[in-house]
Every structure is written in structure tokens, then in C-alpha cells.
């Protein structure tokens, strides 16, 4: 096996709006992430990458964010609930990779200012995870009221997130590991 | 097809492992006359390195 290399789990924060909260769910779950072992990540903010609006997928890729998704063996995207949909930035930018993802794992947290905890962006976000080539894992983060979840220096006021995260982070770098023997060493041809 | 001809990691040096198909649908739009007529347009092949983790592709002969 191959796991000798750390796994590299990007998470992406995918909403550039100003005044948002989901940045502070993305910095504790980037937290939490980095404290496992053989696991490394990075934040991705999509506020820092810029693409152009006047055409879109591979057409107007960001080389830095392509590699960095080449390098990944599952994402985890941070995602709000925009009007029970996800922002149409993220989706943008998602649109500018493709052979990237393919055979990777992808986990997602929802985020709401309601009780929800995003349950409906990241239903709505299954279909294109899939269409991507990415593999969705079957635990989900969901951050309700999220105006509420953290004090002013963003620490975290509910323990709880903590031991669900751990849940979920077991899942995503199960389906990691899998999906990277996978890719590696089992053909599409073998029977 | 990928069974008689191995990509080979450029960087390792090996034979890299083919383990992903997907057609590309918007190739009908820029090259008409390469398309597979049957699946509606290019399929392309997805290859990665068990040494180095670097997945390349390629269109399917």
C-alpha cells in the first residue's frame, strides 16, 4: 500500500461573501483536521482565487488551485446555504478542474443560520460532486445556526461539532485510503 | 488499447495504473470528426502512478 504518504486533504472554503460565517466553520474544521495523524491540509479560500466570469471550466483554470487539487486525495468543502443552494462562485471554480478529481473522496459541511445545518446545500451538491468524478462519503458536517456557534475570537461554544467531526473525518480518510489503492494499483480493466 | 500500451510515470519511471473512463461530451463542439459515435464524444483515460500519486490522462486510442 501506499501509505506511507501523508494523505493531503484540502478544504475549501467556498463562499466569498463578506460578513460571512462559514469562514470560521472552515477554520475549526481545518483545525480539527490538522490535528490527525498522517493528514495534512490546507485552506483554500475561493475569495483568493480569481476567475475570470466571461467563460468558464478548464478554459480558465488557476494553475496553483488545479495543482493543489492534483495533489489531493479527498476535499472537503465548507459550504452555506444560499436560498437552500450553494454559492455559484464555488461552483465556478469547481467547473475549472476535472481530471483532477476523478476516483477522490469528498466530504461536505453544510453551513446555516437556521436549524437545518445546510442539510439542503449539500443535498443539492451531491449531483455535481458526482458528476466531477468525486466520491461522496455518507457523513456530512452540519453547522446549524452557525451565528450562534462561535464567541468574537471564534471559539467554538458547542463541544459536540467536535466528536461529530471526529465521526466524519473517519469516514472521509477511510474512502481517502480506499480511493488511493484504488487508483493506484486496481486496473478498470481487471476482473 | 490501455492494456497493450502502459502510460509510464514521468517522474518514477513506471507503468502507471489505468483506472477511470469518462466520455467528454464537449469535444463534439470543437472536434466533430473525433468523437465516438457511440458514446457522443471523446473518452478519456485516467492513469495514476502507485508511486508518486500523479494521475495523468490521455484520449482512448
Known sequence: MAEARPLFIPIILGTTRQGRMSEQVARFVFGELSKRKNVESELIDIRELSFPTNDAGETIKDPKFSETIARADALLLVVP?????????????????LKEYIHKAVGICGVSAGP????????????VMRELGLVTIFWDGNFSSVQSLFDDSGTLLDAAYV????????????????????????????? | MAENTKMICPTCGVEMNFHAEKVD?????????????????IIEEFHTCSECGQTLTRSAD
Open chain 1, 81 to 97: 446555504e444560499y436560498n437552500h443552494g450553494y454559492p455559484g462562485i464555488l461552483k465556478h471554480a469547481l467547473d475549472t478542474n
Open chain 1, 116 to 127: 437545518f445545518g445546510g442539510t439542503r446545500v449539500i443535498e443539492n451538491l451531491l449531483p
Open chain 1, 163 to 191: 466528536r461529530r467531526l471526529d465521526k466524519f473525518f473517519k469516514e472521509l480518510i477511510w474512502m481517502a485510503k480506499v480511493l488511493r489503492h484504488g487508483r493506484e494499483n486496481v486496473g478498470i480493466e481487471d476482473e
Open chain 2, 25 to 41: 461530451y464537449a469535444t463534439e463542439l470543437a472536434e466533430p470528426d473525433s468523437i465516438d459515435q457511440d458514446l457522443g464524444g
